[in-house]
Structures are given as C-alpha cells and as structure tokens.
C-alpha cells in the first residue's frame, strides 16, 4: 500500500465541438501523496479547470488513469461517481455555494444526507464538529446572507470537511475574498494540513500558491513545472504582517 | 437520501414560497373541489329522483293509450280513446303477476264549496288506487267497491284542495262541495305527500270513484291510463308481458301491428331519469376535471421555473454526492406535494360546498367516497406526471454545468 492518493498518469480529456476536437489535457501525470499541500496553477485555458473537474469526478478522462485512493475512476458508473464524491472528497468553491435561506448547520449536514449510514444524530454532531473546527461556534443558526464571505467560505470548507474526506478539493476558494480574509483561509487551510488532511488548491495567484507544499504549474494542456515549495510562507505570519487599519 | 429527508426537504421548500405554492396549488384546489361539488349535486339528484319515485310505488305499471297510425299529428297520449273497462277486466283476469289494478281518469275543473273554489283535478279511480300509488287516508274512510258500482258522489280531497275549499280550517268531513256542476261528499282527506320531484303539488287533487267521473264528469267510457303494481317489485318484467298480451288481445291487435297503447314501468322511469342526470354529472365533471389537468400543467410550469432556479442547487447537491435518482424523487416529490396539499384543500372545500349547498340553494348533495377517492388519485397522479418531466430535467444535469450556471 502507498500513501498516494491521487495517482494521474497521462491524462487527456477531450471536447467535441461540433466538427472541431478540443484537447484540453494532453498528457498529464503526476501523483499527490497524503498529507501535502499541492496547489495547481496555470493561467486560464491552461486546462485547470478540466483538470479539477477530473480531479473532482465530476468528470472522466477520455484517456489515461486517474486512481482516487487506489479507485480507477474511469471504471465508475454515475452513482458510484456521486458515491466517491460523497465519501472521499470535499469540495470548496470559489462562490461558496452554499444554499441559500438554510442555516450553516444544515448546510454542513447536507452532504451526510446523501449517507444512508449516517443517522440523524450523528449527522448533527459532525456538523457541529465540522463548525467548530473552522471556529465558528454561535453561529450554527445563521443563514448565508447574515454571515460575511469569510465566514461563509468557513461554512463552505466545513462542509468539505464533515464526510471525513480523503482530500479537500478547493476551487478558487480565496477567489472572492480580500486579501485579510484570503489569508485568514489560507490559514485554516494550513491548520488543516498539518492535522493531515491532503489538499488540492486551484488558484492562479502566485501569492496563494507560496502557502502550499508544492505547485504543479500547468501550460497548454500538460504540466509544466511540478516542483516542492522550499520558501513555504506561513498565512499566520501573512496576516500579521498586515496593517492593522485595514478596516475603517 | 432518505424518503422522509426528501419529504422534509420538501416541505422546507414550499415552506420558502408559500405564496407561489399556493398560486400553484389554486388550479388543483378547484379542480378536486369542483369535481366533488358537481359529483355530490349529480348523486344528490339521483338520489332524490329515486326517493321520490320509490314513494309512488316501485313496483308500479302504467298504461297509457297511444296511436298506432303512422304518420299525421302526434298528440297527447292520454287523449287517445284506446282503453275502457274491459282492459282492466282483461288484466284483471288473465296477468298473474298484476296485484292490484287501477283505472284513471281524470278531469280538470272548478272546485267549489259555499264562497270558495279552487281549480284542481279530479281522478276517477277504484279502491286499489291509493295502495298503488302509496297514498293514504289521514281523515275518513276511503270509497268502497260498492260505491264505484253505483257511480256514488263521494270523494276524498288533497291537502292543497282542503287548504283552498276550507280556509277556516274546519273539516271538510260529510260537507258536500262540487265540482263543475256535480255535488259530490267528501268522505276522506289524503296524508299529504308534497311536491314532486318534478315540481308538481301532489296534494292538489281529488279522489273519486272512477264511474263517477266517467259517468258524471266525463261522459265517456274511456280511461286516461291504467295503474297497476306488480306482485313484487322483480316481477315488473313478467307483468309487462302479461298486460301486453292481454291488452293486445282485447284490442284485437294483429301480428305485427302497433301497440295502441305503452306500457311504462317504474324503473324504466328511474333508470331513464337517472340515465339524463348521470349525463348531466358526467359533463359537468368532465368540465371540472378540465381545471385538474390546468392545475397539473401549472404544478409542472412552475417546477421547470424552480428547476431553473436552482441549477447552481443542484450541481451543488450532485458535487457533494446527490446521485441522479436523488434528485429525481427531491423534485418528484415537491410536485406530489404541491398536488396532493392541493388536493386536500381542494377536498376540504369541496365537502364543505356540498354541505352549504342544500342549505343555500335547497338542492340535494350526496358526498360519495367515491368521487373523493377519485379526485384525491387523480391529482396525487397529476403530480406525478407533470412533476416527473421537470424532475427529470434536474436529475439529468450535468453537475460541470449546472454548478457553474449563472
């Protein structure tokens, strides 16, 4: 057994538009270990979001493998796709989705609905851990439009975090946010990592990248550069270097 | 996902737009309630129709003159000249299953008593008449056979007649009123039986001795119709054969000519009064089920619209591990809901018209389970069927897609 859980080795995922074939990945390998912190990078139609909806099963290669936690994903039907999803990943996204008029609780609860084996209680009691773990406590009862972006990416990233996944996926997460609170994300993003959760972070801003352990740098289609961040920079120290009259 | 999740989850739904599940709900209201209304009036009627008939006598016959030449004016069948004294003999005599038999004929005119009179009918009869047609002496004594064999004046008067001959409210017993010129003695007063269904006084008539009238008033040997009843109310059949061979006989009737004459049945009666009023439910039901399949297609209008709506929803949903079918039943069952809530109401409503109705309007309802179960099934499918396509829709969504929808 390897600790390796996500195993890509040379990936394409093409489009058919109309006559003309899109090849958006054309070849992409590499392999994310537990407990890193990778973040990928590329400038736009660089490939990363079909990437990331690989990475997410949200979507299947038309070549190559993709092992999630030693599970060939291209073998999977629909529902055992939802199943992985439900189990194994934690998403976060950039606009938070979270749904709207339904406090966070019941928010962090929903991906454990889609768990017959979980029952009621247990789906409360993980939904209060999973808030409490992003330092929102008091705040179980209040709807999307009564918190900040912040705290809603927090919900967000505790709903990512209450099936006990195996890696967080986070798409742009700090993509709406300021740079304080970006930071302050980062930071619970670095928490995480270092309790061991593996996660995988999309973004385009260097800045953000520098928080993780390695960046795979894609361009084109295929990876570009895949290297180990030896300049790791800590969001704690980030944001406490920030000027404190940021907010007047 | 759990059903009773997915229920919830449903409920929270409409809870969130009360307003628009109501709107919604509206088309399907009306439709189970109008259904119910219109199916209670149509079995209340029916109802009453066959009360009323069964008050007359189930078991009754009657016979009527009718022509038997083609062709030329068609009149009234009771002013055909084709049935005398001995048609009744003859029916008397040789029908097994004719318990009892009646000739009638009638009249119309002035009654008078001292500074009153009223215009009425008068219906020449013989004793049996009274059973056959489920009448009854309050006051007095009913004519007896003797009396019909010396055409006495005698006879028994209707509430209505009693009411208008004798304001004052004394008895109208042993006086002598007359009718036209004749004096006749009023022997009996008849219980009062209301009006009909057809919205005819029942009570406005006077009761004689059929030679009376015919002798009297009439002068002629003719009867208007011949009522007769059945041994039981299953031998009708038989005793329709019967009298029509012996009334073809008397009338010397050849093979393959014509009746002059028609003999009716009570349930012949019932079965073609009802058979309009059935039709008349029918059509207004039809009309009501119309608004049902209105309101279902609202219920599937409005569930593309909240299919739309939460696009993002959805995707959401599917990312963290909603499989299709799970989306499937979350907006199968909103749709369900919205109709099988609509279909309550519309219940509730539609059993509280057909309460208020008779009272407001005096027109009889019967609430029948039938036409609830009916109502409640058809729009539990209504939401089936018009929530599936929308539903569908949201299950087969692509989660790339619908997450990124703006």
């Known amino acids: 057994m390897s600790n390796k859980i996500l195993e890509i080795r040379d990936v394409k995922r093409e489009f058919i538009m109309g006559t003309e074939t899109v090849r958006a990945l054309k070849g992409v390998s590499f392999d994310v270990n537990a407990g890193e912190f990778v973040t990928i990078m590329g400038s736009s139609g660089s490939g990363k979001t079909t990437l990331l909806n690989m990475l997410g099963c949200l979507d299947k290669p038309t070549e190559g493998t993709y092992l999630l936690d030693n599970v060939n994903v291209k073998e999977l039907s629909k529902d055992e796709l939802a199943k992985l999803r439900n189990t194994k990943i934690g998403f976060v996204f950039q606009a938070y989705n979270l749904l709207p008029r339904t406090t966070a609780l019941e928010n962090v609860e929903l991906p454990l609905m889609y768990n017959p084996l979980i029952s009621s209680q247990e789906r409360k009691d993980r939904a209060i851990a999973a808030l409490q773990a992003v330092k929102l406590d008091g705040r179980f009862d209040h709807t999307p439009n009564q918190l900040s972006g912040g705290q809603q990416q927090r919900v967000a990233i505790a709903r990512a975090l209450v099936n006990e996944p195996v890696m967080i996926l986070a798409d742009e997460a700090t993509g709406n946010l300021d740079t304080r609170t970006s930071y302050e994300i980062m930071s619970l993003m670095q928490d995480l990592n270092s309790n061991g959760k593996t996660i995988v972070f999309v973004t385009h801003e260097p800045d953000i990248a520098a928080f993780s352990t390695r960046t795979v740098m894609l361009r084109d289609g295929k990876v570009q550069k895949d290297t180990e961040n030896i300049n790791r920079r800590w969001a704690k120290e980030a944001l406490a270097s920030l000027p404190e009259s940021d907010d007047y | ?406």
Request: include cysteine; hydrophobic fraction near 45%; charge should be neutral.
């Open chain 2, 1 to 406: 996902m759990k059903i009773i999740n997915l229920i919830l989850l449903a409920m929270k739904a409409l809870q969130r737009n009360k307003l628009r599940a109501l709107l919604t709900m509206l088309g399907i209201i009306i439709g189970v309630a109008s259904v119910i209304t219109m199916m209670s009036i149509g079995e209340g009627s029916k109802q009453s129709i066959n009360n009323s008939l069964s008050s007359m006598g189930s078991n009754m016959i009657t016979i009527m003159p009718q022509s038997n030449e083609p062709g030329g004016a068609r009149i009234m069948g009771s002013s055909f000249k084709t049935l005398t004294i001995k048609d009744v003999d003859a029916l008397k005599k040789n029908a097994a299953h004719i318990a009892s038999i009646s000739p009638l004929a009638s009249s119309s005119g002035q009654s008078i008593s001292g500074a009153n009179n009223w215009p009425t009918t008068i219906q020449g009869v013989s004793p049996e008449y009274l059973d056959i047609r489920k009448l009854s002496v309050q006051d007095g004594i009913i004519f007896s056979e003797q009396d019909v064999k010396s055409s006495a004046k005698v006879c028994l008067l209707g509430k209505t007649v009693v009411d208008n001959l004798f304001p004052g409210g004394e008895s109208p017993l042993g006086k002598v009123i007359r009718f036209g010129k004749i004096p006749l003695q009023v022997i009996g007063v008849l219980t009062p039986k209301g009006t009909s269904n057809f919205g005819q006084d029942q009570d406005d008539i006077i009761i004689a001795p059929y030679t009376t009238v015919q002798k009297r008033v009439l002068s002629s040997i003719y009867f208007n119709q011949i009522y007769a009843s059945a041994t039981k109310e299953d031998d009708s059949d038989a005793a329709v054969d019967e009298a029509n061979t012996a009334l073809r006989e008397t009338h010397k009737l050849r093979e393959g000519e014509e009746n002059d004459f028609q003999i009716r049945t009570q349930a012949e009666l019932m079965t073609m009064l009802n058979s309009t009023s059935s039709m008349m439910t029918a059509l207004l039901t039809a009309v009501a089920s119309i608004s049902l399949v209105i309101g279902g297609i609202g219920i599937m209008n409005i569930m593309y619209v909240s299919v739309t709506e939460r696009t993002r929803e959805i995707g959401l949903r599917m990312s963290i591990g909603a499989r299709g079918v799970d989306i499937l039943l979350q907006f199968l069952i909103e749709a369900v809901m919205i109709s099988v809530t609509g279909g309550v109401i519309g219940v509730i409503l539609g059993i509280s018209a057909a309460i208020i109705i008779p009272a407001m309007l005096n027109w009889p309802t019967v609430i029948s389970e039938f036409s609830i179960i009916i109502s409640f099934l058809v729009c539990a499918i209504t939401g089936i069927f018009f929530g599936y396509y929308p539903a569908l829709k949201a299950s087969g969504l692509d989660p790339i897609e619908a997450l990124r929808y703006e």
